[in-house]
């Protein structure tokens, strides 16, 4: 560790950013740890409230309500609060379409006036307060319009990835029960089109909660609309009365559900309420990005993760930024296209995940020395851990060696960043996340439930409850218990594993769960499983992450045919081709090793830290002693070095 340290360069805030910072004094966090729950308190006055709260925190371990009795709106907050301050001609979106050029803005009252329209429509729907609904679209304005109009009428939105297929739209819909699906004939992405219609109708095959199918017409791409079922989302809006005045909402009413993998099959519904949730992406946009009145702030991720909806909707809305949204890819038309974007809208601060950072790093600074970025002020990262390498080529080659880089580490069960520096006070070392938030407490357990306070390596922990934290999943207050709080009592355990090095350093090492993170995105290695013995071909299935230069992990399947079946090319194809119709693209094996046997404790437990050492290369395999068979090892060595 004393030689890592001495190898990493560190990285004071530029002067003239400190000078301006909106987090200048570091007695913040001390005044944070002495009355955390006041503290809070503090930051959720800046928020509209229609009533204010009686009790800051009521905490009944694992069970959080944060503002009891307090009354707010998420969307009053995003749009009609910020037109009281002013902001109605401010841009609140900016949209850049996936042709270069192609581009729609939206001025606060603009965007009020929308999702006031599209409330209506929801409501005239029967969509009352209570009712989910679920939101399957491309990177289009319509997205948040629809994600604030729920928010306005009460009604817990779920947005699903664009990329999922028709049976996790479905699986997801039927788990939170909704009543409509707003949905887009298509989804344009990098030149190419995902055919969203025709998967929801797939989906609505067997989902009977929903009643009626908003459509947004995008592409203008052929589409089936079942009558009596199916609305064109602009002939609705035509039609819409255009005043619908914010619901007040108890602050512990539940403003989304957003469905994410954990260890088994069943993707969980992360439950995120409105008064606590509010307050944590409100307070952290304007620390960690250095919110100013007139940045343009873009944050790369799609709004069907969490990312986008605390980061690119509810944070920078609340605080009445100008947030661009972008529909394509870096690669469309050509590779310089994010350059390109930031240097057309004058963006100021980015926002975006190690992933993309390694894609550009490999194309070299061809392509960005063709555009100016002098823009650009604050660069941020999130997702998974950033390798300081790739940290450091942003902020030279992206942020010209003068913007502050902040590395968030946070989750969709947190709501907002956690662990981050503040741009305007810590000293940044690449590839740490750096210290906790002021108000959030995180630690390092070991397994047996000891804090380990000073360096060292463990679990992380949050000890205390924040604002943003998830409330429950959906419907499986048992699984909430279990996966999150079972571990350590009342304090919540990540998932993550975390080393804290000789300056109290944070460094977020990975999942240390059966999780795996491709690109950003979360896995999970038994919904990969499931998709794959689904195939009538397979008998058995163990996926894992494997160490991957570009992608973070990259996802292989150990697979086991079944009677005499032999593996191919062709088979291992359709074996991917599988896992893209059950979950998605994003999940599909990047290799698949047929083997006859896998390793196995004598319990049955498949021994995935082995596959992993295998599939990396690597010949300490740790511990085998607990194998049933330890002859299995070789024979899967000869199966590997076969693959490759
Ligand atoms: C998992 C959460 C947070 C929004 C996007 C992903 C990993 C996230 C970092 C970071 C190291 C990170 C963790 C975490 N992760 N950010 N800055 N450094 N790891 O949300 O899909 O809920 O995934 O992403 O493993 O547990 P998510």
Redesign the pocket.
Same mark, same amino acid.
């Given at each position: 560790m004393t030689e890592e340290k001495s190898t990493v360069r560190t990285y004071d805030p530029p002067e003239d950013f400190a000078a301006r910072a909106n987090v200048r004094d570091r007695s913040i966090y001390e005044e944070a740890a002495k009355d955390f729950e006041g503290f809070w308190a503090g930051r959720a006055r800046k928020l509209h409230w229609f009533r204010e709260w009686d009790e800051v925190l009521r905490w009944d371990p694992p069970e959080a309500q944060w503002f009891v009795g307090g009354k707010i709106n998420a969307s009053y907050n995003c749009l009609d609060y910020q037109i009281e301050q002013g902001r109605g001609d401010k841009r609140a979106i900016v949209w850049e379409g996936d042709e270069p050029g192609e581009n729609r803005t939206l001025t606060y009252s603009e965007l009020k006036a929308e999702v006031e329209k599209f409330a209506n429509v929801l409501k005239s729907l029967g969509v009352r307060k209570g009712d989910a609904v679920s939101i399957y679209l491309p990177m289009i304005p319509e997205l948040p319009i629809a994600m604030l109009a729920c928010a306005r009428i009460g009604a817990p939105h779920s947005v699903v990835f664009g990329a999922f297929s028709a049976q996790s739209l479905r699986d997801r819909i039927n788990d939170c029960e909704a009543k409509v699906l707003v949905t887009a004939d298509s989804g344009p992405r990098g030149g190419k089109r995902t055919p969203l219609k025709a998967n929801a109708d797939e989906a609505l095959q067997d989902a009977p909660s929903i009643e009626k199918v908003v459509v947004v017409r995008r592409t203008g791409d052929a589409v089936n609309m079942v009558e009596g079922r199916d609305l064109w989302w602009h002939e609705l809006m035509e039609k819409a009365e255009p005043e619908c005045p914010a619901e007040e909402m108890d602050s512990e009413d539940i403003l989304y559900i957003l469905y *994410? %993998?954990g260890s088994t099959g069943k993707p969980k519904g992360i439950v995120h309420t409105t008064g606590g949730y509010l307050t944590h992406v409100n307070t952290t946009t304007e620390w960690v990005f250095d919110l100013k009145e007139d940045d343009v702030y873009w944050c790369t991720?799609d709004i069907g /993760? &969490?990312?986008g909806h *605390?980061y690119i909707v509810y944070g920078p809305l609340s605080n009445g930024a100008t947030a661009l949204m972008f529909e394509g890819t870096p690669a469309y038309p050509a590779n310089d296209r994010w350059w390109d974007i930031i240097e057309r809208h004058g963006v100021t601060i980015l926002y975006t995940?190690p992933t993309a950072i390694r894609s550009f790093m490999k194309q070299g600074t061809g392509p960005i020395e063709k555009h100016d970025l002098s823009s650009l002020r604050l660069l941020g %990262? +999130? @997702?998974?851990?950033?390798n300081p390498r790739a940290w450091e080529w942003y902020h030279e080659h992206v942020g010209g060696g003068r913007c502050p880089v902040v !590395?968030? /580490? /946070?989750? $969709?069960? $947190?709501g907002g #960043?956690m #662990? *981050?520096p503040l741009p305007g006070i810590t000293r940044t070392k690449p590839g740490s996340?750096t210290f906790p938030l002021p108000g959030i407490f995180a630690g390092i357990y070991d397994e047996e439930g000891n804090e380990i306070e000073g360096p060292g390596v463990g679990n992380l922990v949050i000890k205390r409850p924040w604002p943003g934290m998830l409330r429950t999943l959906y419907k499986d207050p048992e699984r909430f218990r279990e996966t999150y709080w079972q571990k350590y009592g009342d304090v919540y355990f *990540? @998932? !993550?594993g975390a080393r804290r090095d000789e300056d109290g350093y944070f460094w +977020?090492? @990975?999942?240390v769960d059966d &999780?795996i993170?491709v690109s @950003?995105?979360?896995i999970s290695t038994a919904e990969v499983e499931s998709a794959l013995v689904a195939h009538p071909a397979v008998a058995e299935a163990a996926v894992i992450g494997r160490y991957d230069e570009d992608t973070g992990q990259a996802i292989v399947a150990y697979v086991i045919l079944e009677g005499d079946r032999k593996g191919s090319d062709e088979l291992a194809q359709e074996l991917r081709q599988q896992v893209r119709r059950v979950i998605g693209a994003h999940a599909r094996p990047q290799e698949i090793v047929f083997t006859p046997d896998l390793p196995k404790t004598r319990s049955g437990k498949i021994m995935r830290r082995i596959l992993r050492s295998l599939s990396e290369g690597r010949d300490d395999l740790g511990d085998t002693t607990t194998l049933a068979d330890p002859s299995v090892v070789d024979s899967l060595k000869e199966q590997v070095s076969a693959s490759r």
């Open positions: *994410s %993998s991720a /993760w &969490v990312t *605390s995940a %990262s +999130v @997702g998974e851990p950033i !590395d968030t /580490w /946070w989750q $969709t069960e $947190t #960043i #662990i *981050s996340a *990540s @998932g !993550d +977020v090492t @990975g999942r &999780v993170n @950003g995105h979360r």
